[in-house]
C-alpha cells in the first residue's frame, strides 16, 4: 500500500504500529508510533489502515473507528495504474492497489482493499470492509456484502449476490447466490478447525 499511496501524491509521514516496532523501518518509512498515537497526527495527516481481512475485518473496523473517534481523516487511494471510472463511487478509506479496475456504475463501500489486478464489474456493489483480493473478477450487478473477503483470481458471475460475512477461499468459481455467512470454495461451505 505504500507504492500506491506514493504512486497517488501522498506524502508519507511514517507509520504507526505496536509498540515493539518503533523505530523500524518498512521500506523507507520509520515506524514512529503506535495506534495509541493517532491523535499527535489528525491536525495535518490523513490515514491509511494497511492491515488487511485477518479472519475477519474485525481489526480493520476497530483502526478506522479509532481514527475516526480521534479525530482523524481517513484517505481513499488511488494507485496511479488503476481505473477507476468516472461513474463509479468509492467509500472513505478504500484502497485501490495498481491495476484494479472498477467500471461504471460500481459502488465500493468504505474500508475497502481492492487489491491488485482485480476487476470491478459495472454496476456491481461491494459493502464495507471487503477484501476483495488480487486478480478477482467479479462480474457485472453483483452484490458482495459487508465484512467478506473473496480470495485471489476468484470469479463471481454476472448478477451473483453474496450476504455479509463470507470468505470465498482463492480460485474459486460463484455460480450461484450466497446467503448465509461463512466459508466458500465454489459455492461449497468448507469447515475450517
Do not use: P, W
Not at 499511496?5 to 506524502?11: H, L, N, V, W
Not at 489528525?42 to 480493520?60: H, N, Q
Not at 470469479?155 to 470465498?168: T, W
Request: with cysteine; proline share 0%; hydrophobic share 40%.
Amino acid at each position: 500500500m505504500i507504492e500506491a499511496a506514493e504512486s497517488a501524491g501522498y506524502t508519507i509521514k511514517g507509520i504507526l504500529d505496536i509498540s515493539s516496532r518503533v523505530g523500524e523501518k518498512v521500506l523507507d518509512y520509520t515506524i514512529i508510533g503506535t495506534d495509541d498515537d493517532i491523535f499527535l497526527y489528525t491536525e495535518d495527516c490523513d490515514f491509511i489502515v494497511t492491515l488487511g481481512f485477518i479472519k475477519d475485518a474485525s481489526l480493520r473496523i476497530h483502526l478506522h473507528d479509532k481514527i475516526e473517534k480521534a479525530g482523524g481523516h481517513l484517505a481513499t487511494v488511488i494507485a496511479s495504474t488503476a481505473h477507476i471510472s468516472r461513474y463509479a463511487k468509492l467509500g472513505e478509506g478504500t484502497v485501490v492497489l495498481h491495476q484494479a479496475c472498477i467500471n461504471a456504475g460500481a459502488r465500493v463501500g468504505k474500508g475497502c482493499i481492492i487489491n491488485t489486478f482485480a476487476n470491478i464489474e459495472h454496476d456491481t456493489v461491494i459493502g464495507d470492509y471487503c477484501h476483495i483480493s488480487t486478480g478477482v473478477m467479479v462480474n457485472g450487478d453483483c452484490k458482495v456484502g459487508k465484512n467478506s473477503f473473496i480470495g485471489s483470481h476468484s470469479v463471481l458471475i454476472n448478477g451473483i449476490a453474496i450476504c455479509d460475512k463470507v470468505i470465498i477461499s482463492a480460485d474459486s468459481f460463484i455460480r450461484k447466490n450466497i446467503l448465509k455467512a461463512g466459508v466458500y470454495i465454489n459455492n461449497s461451505t468448507m469447515s475450517i478447525l
